[in-house]
């Protein structure tokens, strides 16, 4: 009966995707998407447990074998990181409850809680699927349903910026689907355990078949990740999205593309071939790139939301970097910064949001003084800025120490460095707004408790809580996500 829990899981987040069109009633939707939420996030822990404690789950669908059919598989990295977005979305679930009655019509609303149900539905797929063209199959899903939530508010510039986010994406997923078709044509399987098992003496025969696959999979999946330079819709798509949007896009979506990296990088080309074809170099020139380069972005904004989405541009680069590894320490690290990452964005997109729903103000400048208005919020963006910079005591500072101490370990000493420089431009755009926010004078300001919705006030405080909780323990989640990463074939 366990094993047939993620079809339940995608079945019924499915049906409330379908439900949408035929419901405007923004209630309704609400209370669905609410419970389709909580029963993922029960299923999720369920099937954690079970991979964790007997192994993996294999699921042969359409009564075909894996060679023709589809097949999921269920192991400790996708049980993980399905609860992981399963929580994450609850908890934006619950902010939206106060949030989206003041930023779009009861209509409007149904349609988003649709759109948001397909976007899980897409994301469930993409980590369960062990099949390369149903990989771009969910990654087509999840790109419709991403320019769709971004466009929802349905002003020119939220146009503007789905229209971008569209064309980009679209190229991404060409690319991709033409190393697909590359690696068809040399190994006639779209199976990912199959391809790996026949590209160790395909690669001698084809080298040139192979490499320009992993290169055009490469540079689809990064344009999908806005790895820079190939990130010129990120910075539109968040900061014109509503304040969920934004954090789902930033905390989840864009983790999901980088997660899909690794699947293909450890089941489908091996360590191996990645590593003769020098891609641990061409991911540690990029990532340090968009390390500095993301950061300078982001000084040089004056809308708060460009300023956190350019920090994203940053933040993918640390991710990447620890990617480059290789090996089992680096996709340990990594994980552990998705987790990190998404907590401390979301905290910061969605306190946004209340300033931007509440203020009707998103400049930087409009954030002097504004402690003693929001003084909650604010205190919440504090923190979460702390955890951004590295500041002990947070997830922030953990896992950019688990970076620091992993490239230690490899004798390389230089990103430590990078890392080092990366954080004090952090620093250089993050504590400015949170000076201005509480040493500001406060003469003729009017001091008062915020009058934030109750929704969005706990969902704030549950984000910094787990920044705080894996600051202080991450021993919580790390034998998961160690499991996560063993699973996935690493060689430490």
């Known amino acids: 009966m366990i094993s047939w829990l993620p079809i339940v899981q995608m079945m019924l987040i499915l049906t409330i995707a379908l439900m949408s069109p035929l419901s405007k009633k923004a209630r309704l939707m609400t209370h669905l998407l609410a419970y389709g939420l909580i029963a993922n996030t029960i299923i999720g822990v369920v099937l954690l447990t079970h991979v964790h404690a007997v192994g993996p789950i294999v699921l042969s669908l359409g009564g075909h074998a894996s060679f023709l059919g589809i097949e999921f598989i269920i192991d400790s990295f996708s049980a993980l990181f399905t609860l992981f977005v399963s929580g994450i979305g609850l908890l934006i679930h619950m902010y939206s409850l106060g949030y989206l009655p003041h930023a779009l019509k009861e209509s409007q609303i149904a349609s988003y809680y649709g759109l948001l149900a397909l976007l899980y539905f897409a994301v469930f797929g993409l980590l369960y699927t062990n099949d390369l063209f149903n990989t771009y199959v969910f990654i087509e899903i ?22 971008r986010y569209l064309m980009l994406n679209e190229l991404g997923s060409l ?11 040399i190994t006639g399987s779209l199976n990912m ?31 999908k990740s806005a790895i820079f330079p190939f990130h010129e819709w ?40 990645a590593e003769t074809l020098n891609a641990p170099l061409v991911m540690m020139i990029f990532a340090v790139v968009a390390m500095v380069f993301g950061s300078l972005f982001a000084l040089g904004q004056k809308d708060i939301k460009r300023m956190l989405a ?28 998705i987790f990190s990452h998404a907590l401390i964005k979301g905290t910061l997109f969605l306190v946004t949001g209340a300033t931007i729903s509440h203020q009707k103000k998103r400049s930087l400048e409009s954030y002097k003084g504004l402690g003693y208005l929001m ?19 947070t997830s922030g500072f953990v896992a950019k120490f688990q970076i620091a101490t992993a490239f230690l370990d490899v004798d390389q000493a230089l990103f430590v460095w990078v890392l080092i420089v990366s954080s004090i431009l952090n620093a250089l755009y993050y504590f400015p707004i949170i000076i ?57």
């Open 436 to 492: 201005n926010g509480f040493v500001t004078d406060n003469e003729g300001i009017d001091v008062h408790l915020e009058k934030v919705p109750w929704p969005m006030l706990v969902t704030l405080s549950v984000f910094v809580l787990g920044i705080f909780l894996l600051g202080v323990m991450p021993g919580v989640i790390m034998p998961y996500i160690q499991a996560a990463a063993e699973v996935m074939g690493g060689v430490s």
């Open 234 to 273: 990120l910075p539109d798509a968040h900061s014109s999205a509503p304040a969920p949007s934004s954090a789902l896009l930033s905390g989840v979506v864009v983790k999901l593309y980088l997660l899909v990296i690794v699947k293909i990088l450890f089941r489908v080309f091996g360590t191996g071939i």
């Open 193 to 223: 355990t199959m391809i790996m098992n026949q590209l160790s003496t395909q690669f001698a025969a084809y080298p040139i078949n192979v490499t320009l696959a992993l290169g055009f999979i490469g540079v689809g999946l990064a344009m």
């Open 375 to 393: 003084p909650l919020s604010m205190t919440a963006f504090a923190l979460a800025g702390f955890g951004m910079v590295g500041i002990p005591g």
């Open 310 to 337: 350019y920090s994203t541009v940053s933040q993918v680069g640390y991710i990447l970097l620890a990617l480059s590894l290789l090996s089992t320490a680096g996709l340990e690290v990594m994980f552990f910064y």
């Open 142 to 163: 999840l790109s419709i349903t991403t320019c769709a939530i971004i466009s929802i508010a349905r002003k020119k510039r939220n146009y503007m910026a789905a229209f």
């Open 175 to 185: 690319s991709f689907l033409m190393g697909v078709a590359l690696l068809y044509m």
